[in-house]
């Protein structure tokens, strides 16, 4: 505790003794100190803003095992990824995963009975042979049951996330947003200021009454347009205490600050809001590319070797489709392009547009636009011409 806090608590305390406080000054400023803990952090809306759109993005992505390069969606270890436990959901385990990663720098998926967990508080030893060693209150947790997930920064054994790369700025935009917000939820920090001529006595009734009179009638006003007139007697003064918080220099101040906030999760606020803008498609593909994807990298390493070990064939793949994030309208012309060139079916465009397949002959069927060849070949825009060519008399294909 600093002095500063000692003097204030003194402060406090001798004047609920002399009765001071309920009496006469009934209300008091001390000034706290913000601590850039998980959840003060959350309350800060533009990192929550941004630790949504990045952990929004690998909670909805599909996992599926890989194995030997071709995947697998129905896999019997997916059930502990898509239902990890009694308590949460699929969805709500890989967003939380993401969150501590992005705060802490790390988090501990563990594999536990067919379950899987998020363990807190756990402390990590490299023992003599360079295997980790976990311990979390005191127990310690086989290597083979836990991944230590770690956003790597210049230390093999803990990795950095927001709460310490990003901490001098945070607890200073906490600390001007809690400021600003704290003003005008008090009315804008309205005070005044009594002066009296004499000492205050506590046992003056006299002067006592005459302070609680004025006291009533300021917090009485409720109505904005009431006037009220408080005739003061000879050696007292009434005047209005101007406000410790400066709105203009702290709104500039975190016009700059909050901003850098964005660079401790790998983007740059400035360009994603810029995007978000003018095609939203361009501003998800820049958050994959610069923030999911990496990570996405990172949990698939740990988590297929939770899942299978190191010497196995088979890898945890995370699938997201970023169409899932641009309008229905682009996602409408994109399905009509893939089918008008060859690259998709109608049914494929039917299931990207959230329509059931029909699984019809017609619909399973490539088709091609006329505008896309040339008028000469119409006659030979047929399936087997366009994928292997027609063999000439020599027997050489066409190309």
Do not use: C
């Not at 952090?41 to 993005?57: A, G, P, R, T, W």
């Not at 809001?273 to 994959?288: C, G, N, P, R, T």
Request: glycine letters at 8%.
């Amino acid at each position: 505790m600093g002095i500063r806090d000692r003097f204030s608590n003194y402060v406090y305390k001798r004047s609920k003794k002399t009765g001071l406080y309920d009496d006469i000054v009934s209300g008091s400023v001390r000034f706290g100190s913000i601590f850039s803990g998980n959840d003060d952090i959350l309350k800060s809306s533009d990192v929550y803003e941004l630790m949504q759109d990045i952990s929004n993005q690998v909670a909805q992505a599909q996992v599926v095992v890989e194995v030997n390069g071709d995947e697998q969606e129905s896999h019997p270890i997916l059930k502990a990824l898509n239902n990890p436990n009694s308590y949460m959901t699929g969805f709500e385990f890989k967003k939380l995963l993401i969150n501590e990663y992005l705060l802490n720098g790390e988090v501990f998926p563990m594999l536990f009975e067919g379950k899987m967990h998020i363990l807190d508080n756990v402390q990590v030893e490299l023992n003599e042979r360079l295997i980790p060693k976990y311990t979390s209150n005191g127990t310690v947790i086989p290597p083979w049951m836990l991944r230590h997930v770690k956003n790597i920064g210049t230390s093999h054994l803990k990795g950095v996330g927001i709460a310490d790369l990003g901490r001098d700025t945070l607890e200073g935009v906490l600390a001007a947003e809690k400021s600003l917000t704290g003003k005008y939820k008090k009315g804008g920090l309205m005070a005044f200021l009594l002066k009296l001529d004499a000492h205050i006595n506590p046992t003056n009734g006299a002067q006592k009454k005459i302070i609680k009179a004025i006291r009533k009638q300021l917090e009485g006003i409720d109505d904005p347009s009431q006037v009220k007139i408080m005739p003061l007697g000879k050696g007292y003064d009434l005047s209005i205490l101007q406000s410790p918080v400066d709105d203009d220099k702290l709104l500039k101040y975190l016009a700059v600050y909050k901003k850098d906030l964005g660079k401790f999760l790998g983007i740059n606020v400035e360009t994603y809001q810029a995007l978000l803008k003018v095609d939203i498609e361009k501003a998800m593909m820049y958050l994959h590319n610069k923030a999911v994807r990496p990570i996405l990298k990172n949990l698939e390493d740990h988590l297929s070797l939770l899942f299978f070990g190191k010497d196995s064939n088979k890898r945890i793949k995370f699938k997201i489709n970023i169409l899932d994030f641009v309008p229905y309208s682009t996602k409408t012309n994109i399905a009509y392009n893939l089918v008008r060139t060859m690259i998709a079916v109608p049914d494929d465009a039917r299931e990207m547009l959230g329509f059931e397949r029909l699984n019809t002959e017609e619909s399973s069927k490539l088709y091609i636009s006329k505008d896309l060849i040339a008028g000469g070949d119409l006659g030979k825009a047929t399936d087997e011409s366009l994928k292997g060519g027609e063999k000439d008399e020599n027997g050489d294909k066409d190309v």
